[in-house]
Structure formats: structure tokens, C-alpha cells
């Protein structure tokens, strides 16, 4: 019974990534199994994750315009180190190749929805086909990205935060447990930081203790993990993680937050959208009010806990794209589909009818789903050779470049424009950092990588200024040695 009851929860957890398979197989004729970065953020990712795997936090730095982060020790990018440590550890027991990415993230979400199905217990059925048609999830599958982590992270804390949440007696361990994991989720994305205020609220509630005690101190905790991340992670220029306006003045603020809120026509009606980006604008808006109608009307007070907390979120998470303008090229829809999904996973577990309405509308765009997965994800497999790629580069670099770890980070990293930056970089030597120039005219000289990469027209730009070394040629420009490098 116990190994049946496994398998059943395993299987319907497995959905999406099934659903994904069979997308990547009927329409692409290929397999995320077999899926190798090729957009940007993949191949940071993968270059972080394998310089942990190597060095931990003595690898080079990977950093936009070289600014590395505030924490001196962390020499990971603008998403901070959590995700590198947690993946690069493990793969310092498995393994870490081309296609490793996909298969981590399958795991990590498998792992979150089977925790969801057997702490939350709900209806077979109901879980099966939200998991198998919420298609963030199915396209995302075959990327080296975060998302389907935090799609299991969305999974479990729907779970235990129903259950801390309940009217059963709550282990204190359980409690602790639900702030440790939003915690860890924080610092590996901040908009999970905004979780803890509608938390903190109705836990207080559920112990009879004062409301504004309970939102202060969830605006306190959250505070603490928001600025956290923005510690360990690197800046960059356009960066929406609000702390800039701090620094600009109050009105400076307000102006920048009010120009923010002015673009949701834009957002929502605006033509330049994809129109399955576009379908979840709309649904986020419309669960997050469904949510507050269940905070407020729920059948029973446990419940109207849990949406008060979901609604809330939502809310905020909203709020906090539009004003930071955190929005465009799915950023948007990056940030609020695992607190979509979040919502949508603790309404099923609290029998909320409406749980239904949203399986109905996915169902409904699934042609949609198709065709953003095979617009996406055709690019990944329709490149020739992409191994053949990463490995003529690495020869390229072979004898002149390698990790030291007697070397400083600068030491251990490579400088190249982001107009060059490409999927063959994964080629560099783990254990290597890629710091992102954006503008040639405005490089720091000397820089403080020890080496660059530079396409002709860059150099007649930098030559001038910074004393380069030539050490061989590369399919992605000439390698540079950088004699003044920051040692």
C-alpha cells in the first residue's frame, strides 16, 4: 500500500516533465534530456554552477561591467550564489554536464510536488491536472534556469504553509522548518522575501496575537532577507531590485515607483506582448482577487488563513513588478508564476472549488502553450553541433588559460562584451568566472579581469588605453592577457 501510494504521488508530481517530454519529442523531435543552454542567463548559470562544482567561492567572478558583489566573499552575478551552491554541490557527487540543467531542475520540481501531494493530501484528480496543464512549468522543463526550482519551492510552501496555517496543533519543528524554507528560497530569488509579511500576519492571527505585531515583523523579516540577497549578489545597470531608489531621494522614488504603476494598460492590452505571456497578466490578476474573495469568504477560518497569505502575496509581487518595472521579456512572468502556482496548489489543498475554473482556462490555452514551447525551445535543438561548439572553443583557450587556485578571483576570470557573449563560453575552464562589458567606451583601465576577449572593432576601442597581451585567437575574437589585471 505504502509503495503504491509512493508511486502514485511520484507519477502525477512527474506530469509536467512528462508533458514536456512528449512537446519536445512530437513537435521538435528531440529531448530535454538532451537539451544544451544557449540563451544567456542558461549559460551563466551553467558556467556558475560548474565553477562551484570546482572551486566553490574561489572561482573567478561572474559579474556585469566588474562589479562583484558586496559580500567580498561571493564572486557569483546579479542572481546571487544560492542556486550555484546548491546545484554545483551536488554536482561535485553527480556530475556536471552539457545537459545536466534540465534534468537537476526535474528532479528538484518532482521532489517539491511529491512533498505538496503528501503533506497537503489533496484530491488525485484535481493535483493531476493542475500540475499536468499549468504550462510555466512544461516550458521552462528543458532550460538551465531557476525556474523549475522555484517552481518546487512553490509546491512545498503551498504545502506547509496550509499546514502550519490549519487548526490542528502544529509542531513548533514544522514552523521552523516553513521559515527556514522560504529563507533558503529568498536567497535564491528575492521575490520570495515578500512571502514572509502575509506569513508573519496570520500566524499571529492564528495565535490571537496583535495584527500589526504580526505585519511588522513580516515586513522586518522581509526586509532582512531582500537585502540579504542584494549583498551577495552583483549589480548591474538597469537593475530592478529597488535598493537603487533608496539612494535617489524620496520624491526621486515616488516618481520612479508612479512611472512604474503608469504601464499596466501597457501591459496588459499593449501589442508588443506574446500572447501567452499576456493570458498570465490576466490570470495572476484575476486568482490573486479570487484569492482575496476566499481570505475573506473562505468555508472555514484555516482556510481564509491560507488565501489571506496568498492573496496578500500576490498582491505584493504585483505591486512590486509594476513599480520596479520589472517587466518585459517574461521578467514578469518569471516572478509571479511560482507564486501563481503556489496560490493555486493551496487553494486545491484546501478544497477551493475555483481551483477547477484555472485547470479550465489552461486547458483552454493549451494551444498556446504549444506553440510559445515550440518558439521557445526550437532554437536549443535546431543548432548544429552546439557540443562541437563549446569544445572548439575550449581547445582555442587550451595551454593559455586555465583555473589557478593560488590566483585571486580577477585572476581566474575572463572579460568579453556581452555582443559576444554565447553558448560556447561554456568552454571556458571550471572554475573560471565571465565578468559582461557592455560598452567598451566606458571600461575601468586597467580592467580588473586578467583576461578578455575582444572581437576587432573592440580592440581599436581599448588599445589605446589598456596594455593587452595577444595569446591566441578563439571562435567568439582574440584572447588577451590583461598584464595589469587586479591581483
Do not use: C
Not at 380 to 396: L, N
Request: charge should be positive; proline fraction near 6%.
Amino acid at each position: 500500500m505504502i509503495l503504491r501510494r509512493g508511486a502514485a504521488i511520484v507519477l502525477i508530481a512527474s506530469l509536467p516533465i512528462v508533458v514536456a517530454t512528449l512537446f519536445a519529442r512530437v513537435f521538435l523531435d528531440a529531448s530535454p534530456a538532451t537539451a544544451i543552454p544557449y540563451l544567456s542567463d542558461e549559460v551563466a548559470y551553467w558556467t556558475q554552477i560548474a565553477a562551484f562544482q570546482v572551486a566553490g567561492f574561489h572561482g573567478g567572478y561572474t559579474t556585469v561591467d566588474e562589479r562583484p558583489a558586496r559580500a567580498g566573499f561571493s564572486h557569483f552575478g546579479p542572481h546571487g550564489p544560492a542556486f550555484a551552491m546548491l546545484y554545483g554541490t551536488i554536482a561535485r557527487v553527480t556530475g556536471w554536464q552539457y545537459h545536466s540543467g534540465p534534468i537537476f531542475g526535474a528532479v528538484a520540481f518532482v521532489l517539491g510536488a511529491a512533498a505538496w501531494i503528501a503533506i497537503a493530501k489533496p484530491a488525485r484528480l484535481r493535483a493531476a491536472l493542475i500540475l499536468a496543464t499549468f504550462w510555466p512549468i512544461v516550458i521552462a522543463a528543458p532550460n538551465t534556469m531557476q525556474e523549475p526550482l522555484h517552481f518546487a519551492i512553490g509546491a512545498l510552501l503551498a504545502a506547509l504553509i496550509a499546514a502550519v496555517l490549519g487548526d490542528a496543533a502544529v509542531p513548533r519543528g514544522r514552523v521552523w522548518l516553513t521559515w527556514g524554507v522560504l529563507a533558503v528560497a529568498a536567497l535564491i530569488r528575492p521575490t520570495w522575501a515578500l512571502l514572509p509579511v502575509g506569513l508573519a500576519w496570520q500566524l499571529a492571527r492564528r495565535r490571537g496575537a496583535p495584527t500589526g505585531a504580526g505585519l511588522a515583523s513580516g515586513v522586518a523579516i522581509a526586509g532582512v532577507l531582500y537585502f540579504a540577497f542584494t549583498f551577495l549578489a552583483a549589480p548591474y545597470r538597469g537593475s530592478t531590485l529597488g535598493v537603487e531608489l533608496a539612494g535617489g531621494g524620496a520624491v526621486q522614488g515616488a516618481v520612479t515607483l508612479l512611472r512604474g504603476f503608469g504601464t499596466t494598460g501597457e501591459l496588459l492590452f499593449g501589442h508588443d506582448v506574446e500572447p501567452l505571456e499576456r493570458f498570465y497578466r490576466f490570470e495572476v490578476l484575476a486568482v490573486a482577487m479570487i484569492a482575496t474573495l476566499s481570505a475573506v469568504r473562505g468555508r472555514d477560518a484555516a482556510t481564509r488563513r491560507v488565501m489571506a497569505v496568498m492573496a496578500s502575496t500576490l498582491w505584493i509581487t504585483i505591486a512590486a513588478n509594476l513599480a520596479l518595472q520589472n517587466t518585459g521579456s517574461w521578467r514578469d512572468y518569471r516572478a509571479t508564476t511560482p507564486t501563481l502556482l503556489m496560490t493555486v496548489l493551496a487553494a486545491a489543498a484546501t478544497r477551493e472549488r475555483w481551483s477547477w475554473g484555472v485547470v479550465a482556462a489552461h486547458l483552454a490555452v493549451a494551444p498556446l502553450a504549444v506553440a510559445t514551447f515550440t518558439d521557445i525551445q526550437g532554437e536549443r535543438w535546431g543548432r548544429p553541433a552546439p557540443a562541437a561548439a563549446i569544445e572548439r572553443f575550449a581547445a582555442s583557450l587550451a595551454g593559455q588559460v586555465r583555473y589557478d587556485p593560488a590566483l585571486s578571483g580577477w585572476g581566474n576570470t575572463l572579460l568579453i562584451s556581452i555582443d559576444s557573449y554565447d553558448y560556447a563560453l561554456m568552454g571556458v575552464p571550471r572554475g573560471m568566472g565571465l565578468s559582461v562589458r557592455f560598452d567598451w567606451e566606458d571600461v575601468r583601465a586597467p580592467p580588473r579581469s586578467r583576461y578578455l576577449v575582444l572581437a576587432e572593432p573592440e580592440v581599436a576601442v581599448v588599445s589605446g588605453r589598456i596594455r593587452l597581451r595577444k595569446l591566441a585567437d578563439t571562435p567568439l575574437g582574440a584572447l588577451y592577457e590583461n598584464p595589469d589585471w587586479e591581483r
